[in-house]
């Protein structure tokens, strides 16, 4: 072709619509045809059934007419997932991958490529919900107890979590944690003062800062060697190795700490510990630390797993989630969520932890990181990352230079003479050293630090420093770590650490974990308010690149042009689709969002001179971070109640603003409401905050049932969170990673919080939320290109389905469940509450239901959430009709059996649910109904059966035998 071709233009504007030529139904460059489960051809039926005549008019009767948008949404039309890919890769090229000695809690790391594909890439683990159903989710609740054995050994603690959100965030927990127990074992009440070692990482140092202010918790930054033990102290927080890579042995300090009554908490690094004393055996309170660099990509901040172990004695105490060991029915040894009574939706207002997503999926490899490698395998990558930075600093004393740290493991500090001209010579050679001041700088060192990348990182210091080029290693390297400080306690000792090290042995291992549970790559999981929608593959692929996944957070920022790009653009992405004026990606997850748009509104009262605003109004049927969050923004929490209809009870609202209007600081309210409607009185209501002087924080997580066609500023919001791994397509993992964004109204914009390293935010920035500067950033592709490949009206085409799927539901199962609350139309939002509640003339409870519908294939929706004794169904956009009427088919056939079952006659197929392969093949079956119905109650269900892999769990016994770590089931079994 001539591409000088005057008629070229006119060709190029055809392009655009070239697709249209082909005059055919199927268009296979459309994505929202991916991702929108629902056809054309099913609408029909669908629409007949909810009894509308067309789409337009369902969304007339769902969505009240004063808050719908008039315009479209100002984003461009979806692109083809080629050309996302592609888009990509280019933005991809502009992210520089230099060899990267930065440390500060970030370290290069080699993920095995058996854990990669097998894991990360694989849906069957990346779509898997939190484990609450522990019948169908032994396999993710192994792999947690196995992170939580081997954060257990390495830290040499009693007790451990699975998964907090950072390093940052973890450490601000544990100065929280130690607060509350203040008054154990003697009254320390009035106690604020926390000391922080000014070895700490300066971003924990900042997030320490965010969260001890509004809970009145004084900080003291100072040198541990001379900090004077008083009485005045309640806690400690410690750094092993510190920031710069100084080990010091803190057994003293502990000591006297304890005469003190300071408890005392470590921030370790978890490879260290494979050669270093753990704290656990100076007997401090708790250890908290990240477990990125056991082969999770740096993805320029995260996600990555932080862990939490303590002791013991804390249990009822530690934030986050706990798997434990317990029985199911039949006396089998099964896993759980251990402690449930004390998680975070129960303890509300007095929680003191708003931990709800966690980071499993990367917990996940982690764990399996070291069961790959076992401890023989860890033993050597701690031992080869240690003599690396021996011989660097031995190197370098022998051309001259003075390394500063007397003990060291992976991280060497070195006084230079000319720090300009290295760190000229360093870039030219694209390396990342951490610059401290003008005459010295640090360099860690990492697992894939090789050979050449030591005589790499020599000669930049010969050439830049006029020293001798006379390197010597005579002598060998020397001991650095002196014997007090060396390991001697053995760890990872349970035979899963030494079982799978050939691929073969873990690729199965992995498979046999993963049949355990259901997935989104089985069957749909209709939970309501988390919204489990299709993680796209090609939304996904991308994470696995490298010049995605290995770029260090606090690199200079035009080496991750690539990735400000997609940052910039995501942020800009949801302000169009919020209304908001700004963006801050930083909060890694929902709750984490919440609390830092308080934080937000707490700031901008106090720039103001309201300083004194700190109540907080939230109805009764919020989530339970909501109240949470408050709490640890220093607010007081006021609950407001629902009328019989779900809605805010606007008398009651009006009471208590009105009583509150002094102190008003915010409304918290989840729209459309967590009972699945939107409520029509919404405008009123944030006008009432806004006359008395407060702000109003809509929770966006069901942000599913907005998108194009309402918004929060529409609504009269002034802050929302998003939860990304919800309405934007980021995986749940199993119960994380997150991403939480907040995005705010001109007003708040200022107060968007920053980062100690890099700084980001407004101008009267708030500190830290999260350790990295834009929180989990890797999984940021995932929501940008969610958006990118829909575009403005396949987002808007995708809320739409979600109602229209909601609303099909709650008809089909017209007569046999009655569905709680409806619009003032009779319309469902996105989701709905079943009530379950009178089965239990029957002898029926819900969960009986839950487990039932495990029989037919199917995850339990949300239970007992925001109403006791209900189901909360969210099917999403994503799924076929075809499959909205087998999950419809099994809730029918499962009242049928309702209705069979009677209180006198608890041997029920219900009460029995789940049927195990086990308990079915059992020579003796002397239950009261067939083996065939318990297995295959529905035609469909024996194409394609899920076993569950337990009986029910025994919550009860579980509790009062806790074992959180990989023991031997005779242990227990004693106890
Ligand atoms: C999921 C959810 C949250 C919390 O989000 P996380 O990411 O789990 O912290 C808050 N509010 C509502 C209504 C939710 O559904």
């Not at 951490?434 to 790499?456: G, H, P, Q």
């Not at 997935?519 to 090609?538: E, H, P, V, Y």
């Not at 696995?544 to 940052?567: C, T």
């Amino acid at each position: 072709m001539d591409l000088c071709s005057p008629k070229l233009p006119i060709f190029i504007e055809l392009i655009p619509n070239f697709v249209h030529f082909i005059g055919l139904n199927m268009n296979t460059e459309l994505f929202a045809a991916r991702h929108i489960g629902i056809t054309e051809k099913d609408m029909p039926h669908m629409l007949q059934t909810i009894g509308v005549e067309n789409l337009d008019q369902l969304i007339y009767e769902t969505i009240p007419d004063d808050i719908k948008l008039k315009k479209p949404l100002d984003l461009p039309a979806g692109i083809p997932e080629h050309e996302f890919l592609k888009h990509l890769q280019g933005l991809a090229q502009k992210n520089k991958i230099f060899k990267t000695y930065i440390g500060l809690g970030y370290h290069e790391s080699l993920t095995p490529s058996v854990i990669q594909r097998n894991i990360l890439e694989n849906p069957g683990w990346y779509t898997a919900y939190t484990p609450y159903q522990a019948e169908i989710a032994q396999g993710r609740l192994e792999a947690l107890l196995n992170f939580q054995t081997m954060v257990s050994d390495l830290t040499g603690m009693e007790i451990a979590n699975a998964s907090l959100l950072d390093e940052s965030t973890a450490a601000a927990e544990a100065m929280t944690m130690l607060f509350e127990l203040r008054s154990r074992p003697q009254k320390k009440e009035n106690v604020c003062k926390f000391f922080v070692s000014e070895e700490i990482l300066p971003q924990t140092l900042s997030l320490l800062h965010t969260r001890a202010i509004p809970l009145g918790i004084e900080l003291v930054v100072g040198n541990h060697e001379t900090f004077e033990f008083s009485e005045d102290f309640y806690g400690a927080m410690l750094q092993y190795p510190g920031k710069h890579g100084q080990v010091n042995d803190y057994a003293s300090f502990v000591k006297n700490a304890k005469a003190n009554e300071i408890k005392v908490a470590v921030a370790a690094d978890i490879l260290s510990l494979v050669m270093l004393t753990p704290p656990g055996e100076w007997g401090v309170d708790a250890v908290v630390g990240t477990t990125q660099r056991f082969g999770i990509p740096l993805g320029y901040g995260g996600p990555h797993a932080a862990f939490f172990a303590t002791k013991e004695e804390y249990k009822r105490n530690i934030p986050g989630r706990i798997i434990g060991v317990t029985k199911d029915t039949d006396g089998y040894r099964a896993l759980r969520m251990a402690l449930q009574t004390r998680e975070q939706h129960i303890k509300r207002d007095k929680a003191t932890s708003n931990i709800c997503t966690a980071q499993v999926l990367l917990a996940v490899m982690a764990g399996m990181y070291a069961v790959y490698h076992g401890p023989e395998g860890l033993k050597f990558i701690a031992n080869k990352v240690h003599t690396s930075a021996k011989l660097l600093a031995k190197g370098l004393e022998s051309i001259g230079l003075k390394q500063v740290n007397s003990a060291f493991f992976d991280t060497i500090s070195v006084k230079v003479g000319n720090i300009d001209k290295l760190k000229e010579v360093c870039e030219s050679r694209e390396i990342n050293l951490n610059y401290i001041d003008d005459e010295t700088v640090s360099i860690s060192l990492n697992e894939a630090t090789s050979e050449e990348d030591l005589k790499l990182l020599l000669s930049c210091f010969i050439v830049s420093q006029d020293n001798t080029d006379d390197i010597s290693f005579e002598g060998g390297v020397e001991e650095v770590i002196p014997t007090s400080l060396q390991r001697t306690a053995p760890y990872l000792e349970h035979e899963v650490f030494s079982s799978y090290h050939s691929e073969t042995e873990l690729m199965r291992y992995i498979k046999k974990l993963e049949r355990k549970d259901l997935a989104l790559n089985q069957s749909m999981i209709s939970l309501g308010s988390c919204t489990m929608k299709l993680n796209a593959a090609s939304e996904m692929l991308p994470l696995s690149w490298p010049h995605w996944g290995n770029i260090h957070p606090f690199v200079p920022l035009e080496q991750a042009e690539g990735y400000q790009e997609v940052l910039k653009s995501l942020e800009e992405q949801l302000n169009v689709i919020t209304g908001f004026a700004a963006t801050s990606l930083q909060p890694n997850s929902g709750a984490q969002g919440e609390y830092a748009g308080l934080m937000v509104i707490r700031a901008y009262h106090e720039s103001r001179g309201e300083g004194h605003r700190d109540i907080c109004i939230i109805p009764a049927s919020a989530h339970g971070t909501n109240p949470a969050s408050a709490v640890m923004a220093g607010m007081k929490v006021v609950v407001t109640k629902t009328d019989e209809n779900g809605n805010i009870d606007m008398v009651d609202l009006e009471d208590k603003v009105i009583k509150h209007a002094e102190n008003l600081s915010a409304l918290m309210v989840t729209y459309p409401s967590t009972h699945g409607v939107f409520e029509s009185s919404i405008k009123q209501i944030t006008k009432l905050i806004h006359d008395n002087g407060g702000q109003v924080y809509m929770d966006g997580a069901n942000m599913n049932a907005q998108v194009g066609l309402t918004n929060p500023a529409t609504i009269g919001a002034d802050v929302c969170h998003l939860n990304l791994h919800k309405t934007f397509a980021i995986p749940h993992g199993g119960g994380g990673p997150g991403v939480g964004p907040i995005c705010v109204a001109e007003q708040l914009k200022p107060f968007l919080p920053s980062n100690p390293v890099v700084p980001t935010g407004g101008e009267e920035a708030i500190t830290a939320i999260s350790a990295a500067p834009w929180g989990s950033s890797l999984v940021c592709l995932i929501s940008y290109g969610y958006i990118k490949m829909l575009g403005a009206e396949g987002l808007t085409n995708a809320t739409k389905a979600a109602i229209l799927n909601a609303n099909y539901i709650k008809d089909r199962l017209k007569g046999k469940f009655d569905v709680l609350y409806t619009g003032e139309r009779g319309r469902a939002a996105h989701e709905m509450i079943i009530d379950c509640r009178p089965f239990k003339a029957n002898g029926i409870e819900v969960t009986d239901i839950a487990k039932r519908l495990i029989d037919y294939g199917f995850h339990a929706p949300t239970v007992s959430f925001p109403v006791a004794g209900t189901l909360m169904i969210e099917p999403t956009e994503s799924e076929s009709q075809a499959e909205l009427d087998r999950f419809c088919d099994a809730l029918i056939s499962i009242r049928t059996e309702i209705d069979e079952a009677s209180a006198d006659e608890p041997n029920n197929v219900l009460k029995n649910a789940p049927h195990t392969l086990g308990m079915l093949t059992s020579d003796d079956w002397d239950m009261p109904y067939s083996r065939e119905k318990a297995a295959y109650p529905l035609p469909y269900v024996a194409e394609n059966k899920f076993w569950p892999s337990i009986r029910r769990t025994d919550e009860a016994f579980g509790d009062r035998n806790l074992i959180c770590t990989c023991a031997p089931i005779e242990d227990y079994i004693e106890a």
